[in-house]
């Protein structure tokens, strides 16, 4: 017993490759391939693309041939806001947070990061006209079965807010999904009230 101890002590130990999880990774990245060509935010965007969304460009101050930064596209703000209250997310911080590593946020972006502050300060400004299209949009899309609204309860629980196809007749379908999307967007919260904007648009209230 003695002498196969002193030759396992003899025995070289192996070498093995370390775990560095604190390195910053660089990699080539193809955003088209980080969600799939069926995910549910594809859905969205092209829907959203398909709206007529003129007011929310309306007062975009920089135009082309001009100096200044250029503006976010209200199509992909009207869809990150979407996306998000699909899956029971209302926090523009939050949004903010999940586009730095969620892919379905990352492919809406482009791998871009925005602030919370932009987000919020565009659900702000145009509250009232954004419950009612996110209200549509959000039925729409799940009576359609391209989303699955997760609606957060009071007591935190998450279920699925998707009628069976034969529950009702088309009319009425649409109808229940409407209202099951007018629910989760009062459930969202009042963006004036819930999110902090930024200085600038707290001075114009």
Same mark, same amino acid.
């Given at each position: 017993?003695?002498l196969?101890?002193?030759?396992e %002590?003899? =025995?070289?130990?192996? #070498?093995?490759?370390?775990?560095?999880r604190?390195?910053?990774?660089?990699?080539?990245?193809?955003?088209?391939?980080?969600v799939?060509?069926?995910?549910? @935010? /594809?859905?969205?965007?092209?829907?959203?693309?398909?709206?007529?969304?003129? /007011?929310y460009y309306?007062?975009?101050g920089? @135009?082309?041939?001009?100096a200044?930064?250029?503006a976010?596209?209200?199509?992909?703000?009207?869809?990150?806001?979407?996306? %998000?209250?699909?899956?029971g997310v209302?926090? %523009?911080?939050?949004?903010? /947070?999940l $586009?730095?590593?969620?892919?379905a946020?990352?492919?809406?972006t482009?791998?871009?990061l925005?602030?919370?502050h !932009?987000?919020?300060?565009? #659900?702000?400004?145009?509250?009232?006209?954004?419950?009612?299209l996110? !209200?549509?949009?959000?039925?729409?899309?799940? @009576?359609?079965?391209?989303?699955?609204?997760?609606r957060?309860m009071?007591?935190?629980?998450?279920?699925?807010? $998707?009628a069976?196809?034969d529950?009702?007749?088309?009319?009425? /379908?649409?109808?229940a999904?409407?209202?099951?999307?007018?629910?989760?967007?009062?459930?969202?919260?009042?963006?004036?009230?819930?999110?902090?904007?930024?200085? #600038?648009?707290? =001075? %114009?209230?």
């Amino acid at each position: 017993m003695e002498l196969n101890l002193r030759e396992e %002590a003899k =025995k070289p130990r192996p #070498r093995l490759k370390l775990i560095n999880r604190q390195q910053l990774v660089m990699r080539p990245m193809d955003v088209e391939q980080l969600v799939s060509e069926d995910h549910e @935010v /594809r859905a969205i965007w092209e829907f959203v693309g398909r709206l007529e969304l003129s /007011r929310y460009y309306e007062d975009i101050g920089v @135009v082309e041939g001009e100096a200044g930064r250029p503006a976010l596209d209200p199509r992909l703000m009207i869809s990150l806001w979407v996306y %998000a209250y699909s899956k029971g997310v209302s926090s %523009a911080r939050e949004i903010s /947070r999940l $586009c730095e590593y969620d892919p379905a946020y990352q492919w809406l972006t482009g791998m871009e990061l925005i602030n919370y502050h !932009t987000l919020s300060d565009f #659900r702000v400004k145009h509250k009232e006209a954004l419950d009612e299209l996110f !209200t549509e949009i959000l039925g729409l899309l799940s @009576v359609e079965g391209l989303i699955s609204l997760e609606r957060v309860m009071h007591d935190g629980m998450k279920i699925k807010a $998707c009628a069976s196809a034969d529950t009702f007749r088309r009319e009425g /379908r649409i109808r229940a999904h409407l209202d099951l999307a007018r629910e989760q967007v009062e459930q969202m919260g009042d963006p004036r009230v819930s999110e902090e904007v930024s200085p #600038r648009v707290a =001075k %114009a209230r």
